[in-house]
């Protein structure tokens, strides 16, 4: 036994450490070389004319993208309205640019964006760990570079999309075997902590659920998938009762108790009162009172309190179906996609945009303690609504080559 400890020691894990270390150097290479082909405009309008775009999800998207702008304004309009309405206007701009670009790119090129992407990513938020990020709420998750900051987590959920989607479809026919499962338990082990430990729990939950549905569409088991899901929520709830003030999780049985309602109920209480004025159609734009002090960030995880304050009940269904056409559009994209790797990439990014719809929500109505995740194409935050919308122009990329299959 002492033997093989010895062997194992010396051997092996020096050359995992290799190993580790040429993919790395590999991929990382693959990555830049791949990203400068994507850029490369020449090649991009040749193949974007003659092709048509999905119209519908293009037109679903960017209502909800304007939508949010205007409610951004009215959320921060008694703080910076113009400014934080005009910089969210400003990465609308560029997003909708990088959309159109990347749907005009051939979404397999993008393959080998994955494997470097993700360690470009992982680069950045250690980096982030080590103490180059700027703080913000009490956590670290931003880098800024001159004038440009950025959230690292953001790009690394479609980095991940990508990278997990390639990875699938080369263990297509093995998905089923526990080996597979131990890598995937392993990555998302390792991307979890590097996320959890900014502190960012919203966003390691939502990029672990995306990377374990892809893995149900590659072909997981359905009982091991269950017990992860499981084994997963367990260890969720006991870091959540450890890292969490235990009073969050209190506030979503009872905001307005007394001993709650000044501390972690005030959110939760002013938002199902922001909601609850709305009525069926609202106070109109601009003349919710939840803005005056009693939300605050309104315009980043509560910006759903607003819409339903000043929109009523009428507005916040319609926004809801939007997001409900735009995913199961992405859905039907997936469908339709004869490539594995289209496949998996449209149907991550509707998972994605779906899971963040469903906990924004969830916080919105208290019925899941206030955790920060901002509600897609509409609170703001551009480093979010960038990447988001190239994430849905590689999905127009998808439905555009899917009339070629």
């Not at 990875?167 to 075997?177: E, N, S, T």
């Not at 367990?234 to 905001?255: K, T």
């Not at 501390?263 to 009162?273: F, N, T, V």
Request: proline share 2%; hydrophobic share 50%.
């Amino acid at each position: 036994m002492k033997g093989i400890l010895n062997k194992i020691t010396k051997e092996n894990i020096q050359a995992l450490l290799a190993a580790g270390v040429n993919y790395s150097v590999e991929y990382t290479a693959d990555f830049f070389r791949t990203l400068f082909q994507v850029l490369d405009f020449r090649k991009i309008l040749p193949e974007v004319r003659g092709r048509k775009t999905d119209r519908m999800l293009l037109l679903a998207v960017m209502l909800l993208v304007i939508t949010g702008v205007i409610m951004v304004w009215s959320a921060s309009m008694y703080e910076e309205g113009s400014s934080m309405a005009a910089r969210q206007l400003k990465f609308a701009f560029w997003g909708f640019v990088c959309m159109m670009w990347l749907s005009g790119v051939d979404y397999r090129k993008m393959r080998k964006l994955g494997g470097g992407g993700v360690i470009v990513c992982i680069g950045f938020l250690v980096a982030i760990l080590l103490g180059a990020g700027g703080e913000y709420n009490g956590a670290s998750r931003g880098i800024s570079i001159g004038s440009f900051s950025f959230m690292p987590v953001e790009l690394t959920k479609i980095a991940v999309i990508l990278f997990v989607s390639n990875f699938f479809v080369k263990h297509y026919d093995d998905a089923d075997k526990y080996s597979i499962y131990f890598l995937v338990v392993l990555f998302c082990g390792f991307i979890g902590i590097l996320v959890l430990k900014q502190p960012a729990m919203s966003s390691a939950l939502i990029i672990l659920a995306t990377i374990l549905m892809i893995y149900l569409y590659a072909g997981c088991k359905i009982p091991v998938f269950i017990f992860t899901v499981i084994a997963g929520g367990i260890g969720a709830a006991l870091y959540a009762v450890h890292s969490w003030r235990i009073e969050r999780i209190y506030a979503v049985f009872d905001p307005f108790a007394p001993e709650l309602f000044h501390g972690a109920g005030w959110q939760p209480a002013q938002s199902l009162m922001a909601l609850g004025s709305g009525g069926l159609i609202g106070k109109g734009i601009g003349n919710g009172l939840s803005k005056l002090s009693y939300l605050p960030e309104l315009q980043n995880d509560y910006v759903f309190s607003v819409i339903g304050e000043e929109m009523g009940l009428i507005g916040c269904l319609l926004i809801i179906a939007g997001f409900i056409f735009v995913i199961l559009r992405m859905f039907i994209v997936a469908f339709r996609s004869k490539d594995l790797f289209g496949k998996f990439v449209a149907s991550g990014m509707a998972t994605l945009i779906a899971i963040q719809v469903i906990f924004n929500l969830m916080v919105v109505t208290n019925s899941f303690p206030s955790t920060g995740v901002s509600l897609p194409f509409i609170s703001y935050g551009g480093s979010s609504l960038f990447t988001l919308m190239a994430g849905v122009g590689i999905v127009l990329n998808i439905a555009r080559n899917t009339q070629n299959q």
